[in-house]
């Protein structure tokens, strides 16, 4: 009986699921076609039916795009299409919402139609481009450095001035970004870092898939080490694969595990766990496990920490951490999407205290996931100086 009622559960889960991804994209494509189409504009019958179509026809074609790149065959083409689809009608679908009030406003001042809706859809479109050209540059350029001093009371006098250097969610995918790689790999190296670290999502693909835009990670030296853990996005496949691939290139591979550097007779913690969703994924041996990480530490000694998602800084904070670095939010990547993530995690980008010990840094990242857009949420490479008072 109880198999018979998993078995009824799945096509009703699937169900649900599927209308509503239906309805989300039905509210993302139906605000913006009713802002610039229909409403008060009293377009030409031509116009309207060209505009409608306009937003018909990649309304059917996105779904088929994800499904595409996401499914099976995993298309690279079908991926950026769709992304770029996303992308572009969430912006549209933002500045409609906007548009919409401002139309509001304009109503109460005595603008009448359709001179105030063909206004508000005239704005809606010049922003909406602006934004998606500059948005794309933004998410395309070697990311700007950021420069944060955070004070560790316990960190020894000999690490004092250390230069974390921590770079993120680089989300190797469908655009071969290689050369982008490159300057990042350069503008690290010309940081001199005592410590690098990537704080996972390297890639949306399996090793195979993205090696040569991985490849230039190889080409980053750090004076005391270089680590790395697993993002969302390692999973629920790839995790092993790029852990191997990391240890291979040179890198430390962080997988629930610690290690110990030593500067002017002091001592440092250097630990990671896995992502949140790792548990989640059923890969064997994997799962976020923070008394694993941290076994066998001096608990005198301060604890730098590695975990992808900052909503991991309460077990972090439990654990007695002193630093937490974490990425996975892309500071929003494309606002207004940033409130969106808040409910999700403590924090979207900066510096944060949590309880007496423990301070957690969220990067913005350093690519882009999905949209090859960053609007109002600048990507970066962090240097982290601790400082001991």
């Known amino acids: 009986m109880e198999l018979d009622s998993q078995a009824t559960r799945r096509p009703l889960r699937a169900v649900k699921i599927t209308a509503t991804l239906v309805a989300i994209l039905l509210i993302l494509f139906s605000v913006p076609w009713w802002t610039l189409v229909m409403s008060g504009t009293d377009w030409p019958t031509p116009v309207t039916a060209l505009g409608t179509a306009a937003f018909a026809l990649p ?158 990670l190889a080409t980053i030296r750090a004076e005391l080490a270089s680590v790395y853990v697993t993002g969302n996005h390692e999973y629920p496949r790839e995790a092993q694969g790029w852990l191997d691939y990391m240890d291979s290139i040179g890198w430390e591979p962080l997988h629930n595990k610690h290690i110990v550097v030593e500067r002017g007779g002091d001592s440092l913690v250097i630990a990671g766990v896995d992502d949140a969703t790792a548990k989640s994924s059923k890969m064997a041996g994997h799962g976020a496990n923070f008394e694993m990480a941290l076994a066998g530490t001096d608990p005198d000694l301060p604890v730098l920490m590695l975990a992808h998602q900052p909503k991991q800084v309460f077990q972090s904070e439990a654990a007695g951490v002193d630093l937490q670095i974490a990425g996975h939010t892309h500071g929003g990547q494309i606002w207004p999407f940033n409130f969106l993530v808040r409910l999700d995690q403590p924090t979207v980008h900066g510096l944060s205290r949590h309880g007496e010990r423990t301070q957690l840094y969220t990067s913005r990242g350093s690519g882009f996931w999905g949209p090859p857009l960053r609007i109002f949420a600048p990507s970066e490479i962090t240097v982290l100086t601790l400082h001991s008072t």
């Not at 508000?120 to 479109?125: E, N, P, Y």
């Not at 993120?168 to 940081?191: M, Y």
């Open 59 to 216: 309304l059917v074609t996105l779904p088929v795009m994800l499904v595409l790149s996401h499914g099976r065959r995993h298309l690279d083409w079908a991926g950026l299409v769709g992304d770029s689809i996303l992308g572009g009608i969430w912006v549209l679908f933002a500045w409609s919402v906007i548009g919409n009030l401002v139309r509001f406003a304009l109503g109460l001042a005595g603008v009448d139609d359709p001179a105030r809706s063909r206004w508000v859809a005239g704005a809606v479109i010049i922003v909406s481009a602006v934004l998606v050209i500059w948005g794309n540059r933004e998410a395309m350029r070697v990311p700007r450095i950021k420069y944060v001093d955070v004070t560790i009371p316990r960190l020894g006098k000999g690490f004092d001035g250390t230069r974390v250097v921590a770079v993120t969610d680089t989300h190797f995918g469908p655009i071969n970004r290689t050369k982008w790689s490159e300057g990042v790999a350069a503008a690290i190296n010309e940081l001199r870092p005592d410590i690098v670290a990537h704080v996972g999502d390297i890639a949306d693909g399996t090793v195979e898939q993205r090696r040569g835009q991985a490849a230039p």
